[in-house]
């Protein structure tokens, strides 16, 4: 990054609404570098060639499926985009961690969730909130492809009040190990994780405590059925319960009581991806219903010659060039504002952390208006 980059005056979050846009300092997808349109593009040929090619499988609950593409984007390194050099990813920018996100999630939600579970919620607490010996052991496994894993947060009891779990934590008398009984719900990727974090109350303290799991059903682990959804088919969603589950307490995540910081942080940096992965189904749904419109003749005349039907495909246009515009616009005003923070000394994920949360009004206002659009696209 040049010091030009570093010192210049980047709108910080929510100053869109009150301060002047410099316009060379928006970034549009014109913008990309050549090893950015490199990513994007063999990101689609994976999705093209694995996913596309192959939606009844998902359709039809073909969870196994779901895994073996995951192996397969894990030989390609597409795991890995986030995850620095040291812990065996590519440590990309950014950017290029949305663009990853948003041309793999084109095809099908079934994948997409997949991905977005492991990936995000399911690696990144380690990347974030680790120590060095948690980051070593577990992460590259998780960027390889060679581990998945889950998130534990979601009890029966408590969804949008996250912090009100039940499960319990209880250290051993040798203060070796805790000692996990509850039940998760609702929880992506369970049935083939190799791993959870999972959030659980240590005697009454206020906040929750997080912790990394090894998958063993020798260990107390036990699981429901697939939930039966409506969609995402092929997403594996399972209830996991824990009974007096030993974890050493070496495997606690960050600090006692931190949890609930660690969870919303994690769920924090998955509003603006959430954006990401809504927008290559757009232009795959604009696609095919631009081929539709044009095939299907009534009356004597393609459909596309109606102005309702004209009408209808240039509002999922212009939403989706919007949704795209303003998506990557604030992904690389947090891309700088994470190399400005690493210049003056931050970590690089304490600097992600603070760049992500310094917008968090573009990430909010992106997850409402590009989920919004990608199901009246669809519609
Ligand atoms: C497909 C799928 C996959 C999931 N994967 C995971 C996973 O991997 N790990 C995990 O931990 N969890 C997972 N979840 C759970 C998910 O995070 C929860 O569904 C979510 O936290 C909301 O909780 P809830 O469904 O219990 O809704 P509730 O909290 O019961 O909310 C019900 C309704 O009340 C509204 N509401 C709640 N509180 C307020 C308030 N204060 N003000 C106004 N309205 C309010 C909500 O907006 C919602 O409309 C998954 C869920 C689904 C459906």
């Not at 996913?51 to 073909?62: Q, S, T, V, Y």
């Not at 070496?250 to 009581?257: F, P, Y």
């Not at 970590?347 to 952390?353: D, K, S, V, Y």
Request: proline residues 2%; aromatic residues 8%; hydrophobic residues 35%.
């Amino acid at each position: 990054m040049s010091t030009d980059t570093v010192n210049k005056d980047i709108l910080r979050g929510g100053q869109f609404l009150v301060k002047e846009t410099n316009c060379e300092d928006v970034f549009t997808l014109e913008d990309l570098s050549e090893e950015q349109r490199m990513m994007r593009d063999s990101t689609k040929e994976f999705v093209d060639r694995e996913l596309w090619a192959h939606w009844e499988r998902f359709e039809n609950k073909d969870y196994a499926y779901t895994e073996e593409c995951m192996r397969k984007a894990g030989e390609l390194g597409l795991l890995s985009v986030a995850v620095p050099e040291s812990y065996g990813g590519m440590g990309m920018g950014f950017v290029s961690t949305m663009l990853v996100c948003d041309y793999i999630s084109g095809a099908t939600g079934s994948f997409s969730t997949a991905f977005g579970a492991h990936t995000g919620i399911g690696t990144m607490p380690i990347t974030l909130y680790g120590t060095e010996e948690q980051k070593q052991k577990y992460v590259p496994r998780l960027a390889s492809g060679e581990w998945f894993g889950a998130y534990c947060l979601t009890e029966p009891g408590a969804g949008s009040d996250a912090n009100s779990g039940k499960t319990k934590a209880v250290l051993s008398a040798d203060g070796k190990s805790y000692s996990i009984t509850g039940q998760k719900m609702w929880i992506s990727n369970a049935g083939f994780c190799n791993m959870f974090i999972v959030f659980a109350r240590i005697e009454d303290d206020k906040n929750i405590t997080g912790f990394i799991l090894e998958n063993d059903p020798a260990n107390g682990i036990s699981m429901g059925d697939e939930e039966k959804k409506l969609g995402i088919h092929s997403s594996s969603t399972r209830q996991v319960f824990f009974n007096e589950t030993k974890v050493p307490v070496e495997n606690m995540l960050s600090e006692r009581g931190n949890g609930f910081k660690i969870a919303m942080n994690a769920l924090n940096v998955g509003r603006i991806k959430l954006a990401a992965a809504c927008l290559d189904a757009q232009r795959r749904v604009i696609g095919e219903a631009t081929k539709y419109a044009n095939e299907r003749i009534q009356f004597k005349t393609p459909i596309m010659n109606f102005g309702a039907i004209k009408s209808k495909i240039a509002t999922m246009a212009t939403n989706c060039y919007a949704d795209e515009s303003a998506s990557y616009r604030a992904a690389k005003n947090i891309e700088d504002r994470i190399a400005m923070r690493e210049a003056a000394g931050n970590t690089h994920q304490e600097a992600e952390l603070k760049g992500v949360e310094e917008y968090a009004i573009e990430c909010s206002i992106l997850k409402v208006a590009v989920s919004e659009d990608v199901q009246s696209c669809t519609d």
